[in-house]
């Protein structure tokens, strides 16, 4: 079927680790998206890309980096955590009608 | 002022009634209008996307845009409690902005 699909769904850190969270999609969409959801805020976008060669900074980029490696593929790291990061992040793809489609989301802890 | 509006809930219902949720946004400029159901602990669904003013129907959904009054609403019909989450309103533009979503309790 197709799907969005994340790595880790979980995962405990400390702080200053790096931690890379992965995304893989086949809907065959170019636009994919990366959330974060913290209780009260609602999503907020962390960053976007529309296509392998297009990265965009989104409301709350600080403190993160991507990487687009194929049309089906989006990573998120996280250089050096920090508690205030705990949360639960979401990647997703859209269509060219701005239709999106959620990953399962990954519970990230940094203790 | 946040770009999109909800009120954060608890909204209850008894089941089989309609619910009625709210979202204002502020930019006039935009297009695509949308509801996402979200369970709790899990990602968010799109249930309803809406480009142009006035009702879209989708079963017991009923989505209604008014872009003069920069307000968008959803129906939820014969509310049952599987019904029960948290809905966001979200517009796109390039990007889409979400609002902070209204819980919805339906009561068997």
């Known amino acids: 079927d197709a799907d969005v699909t994340q790595t880790p769904r979980n995962r405990i850190t400390k702080t200053g680790k790096r931690i890379m969270l992965e995304c893989s999609q086949t809907?065959?969409?170019?636009?994919m998206y990366w959330y974060r959801q913290d209780p009260g805020l609602g999503l907020r976008l962390i960053y976007y890309?529309?296509?392998?060669?297009?990265?965009n900074k989104g409301e709350i980029s600080d403190g993160y980096s991507v990487s687009r490696q194929a049309q089906a593929k989006f990573s998120l790291s996280l250089e050096s955590a920090i508690p205030n990061q705990t949360a639960l992040y979401f990647c997703a793809t859209s269509t060219l009608g701005n239709e999106q489609f959620f990953g399962p989301g990954t519970r990230l802890t940094v203790l | 002022q946040k770009e999109v509006e909800q009120n954060s809930g608890p909204l209850s219902v008894p089941e089989g009634a309609i619910a009625s949720l709210n979202c204002t946004y502020s930019d006039r400029g935009s297009q695509s209008f949308f509801w996402y159901r979200q369970y709790s602990g899990k990602s968010p669904e799109l249930i309803m996307s809406?480009?142009?003013?006035g009702d879209k129907e989708d079963g017991r959904f009923t989505a209604q845009l008014n872009k003069a009054s920069q307000y968008v609403s959803l129906l939820i019909r014969d509310s049952q409690p599987s019904d029960s989450a948290t809905y966001l309103c979200a517009w796109g533009g390039f990007k889409t902005i979400f609002g902070a979503g209204t819980r919805l309790f339906v009561k068997a």
């Open positions: 809406i480009y142009s003013n």
């Open positions: 890309s529309f296509d392998v060669k297009d990265i």
């Open positions: 809907k065959g969409h170019d636009r």
